[in-house]
């Protein structure tokens, strides 16, 4: 989940994400770097649980960087990159999502596994892999904005404003969404 406020570094020392946002605008490639080390773990997760097949997380996290970075004048609040890396995650996310959807219809892309070793830590439970993968599954059915809503809430436990702010959507919109998205789910569970 992301917060409003994090420390700097572990150790509470270094510079702030302000700080590197400003040095890196100013062509800093070491703020960059920076950045991306202390972010990077918050876009991969994120990309991991939105895109569960290793491939499409991998390319996902290069192209939410790369976007920031280039778009980094755009940040209005540089203390507040986390939150603006995540939510170019989650817009990210769901356009990769839409444009999948779109080539498996006209027949230009074939599905790959779901990569479960990705979202179950290694001493998980075959049974708990085994319904992850299930529930990854119907996920994939559903329409890419309820999916990525859905997972925001129920994976990463973010608030209903939160979710808002990252896919840019309206609290009614997201309110909605989640809701079809959740009776769909429970169908889907109830027949299986």
Do not use: C
Request: charged letters at 25%.
């Amino acid at each position: 989940m992301v917060t409003g406020t994090r420390s700097p570094t572990r150790s509470g020392a270094g510079p702030t994400d302000a700080a590197l946002v400003v040095a890196a605008r100013a062509g800093e490639r070491w703020a960059q770097e920076a950045l991306f080390q202390r972010h990077a773990r918050l876009v991969v997760g994120l990309a991991q649980r939105l895109l569960p097949r290793s491939a499409d997380a991998e390319d996902l996290v290069q192209d939410a960087f790369v976007y920031a970075f280039r778009r980094l004048d755009t940040l209005k609040n540089p203390q507040a990159f986390a939150s603006w890396i995540a939510s170019i995650t989650v817009r990210t996310a769901s356009k990769r999502v839409r444009r999948q959807r779109l080539l498996a219809r006209l027949g230009l892309h074939r599905s790959e596994p779901i990569d479960v070793d990705g979202l179950v830590a290694s001493g998980a439970p075959a049974d708990v892999a085994s319904e992850l993968l299930g529930i990854y599954t119907l996920l994939d059915r559903l329409p890419a904005e309820q999916r990525i809503a859905l997972v925001l809430r129920r994976v990463e436990g973010m608030e209903l404003t939160e979710i808002a702010e990252h896919m840019g959507l309206s609290l009614a919109t997201v309110k909605r969404r989640l809701t079809v998205a959740e009776a769909r789910l429970r169908r889907a569970l109830h027949r299986e």
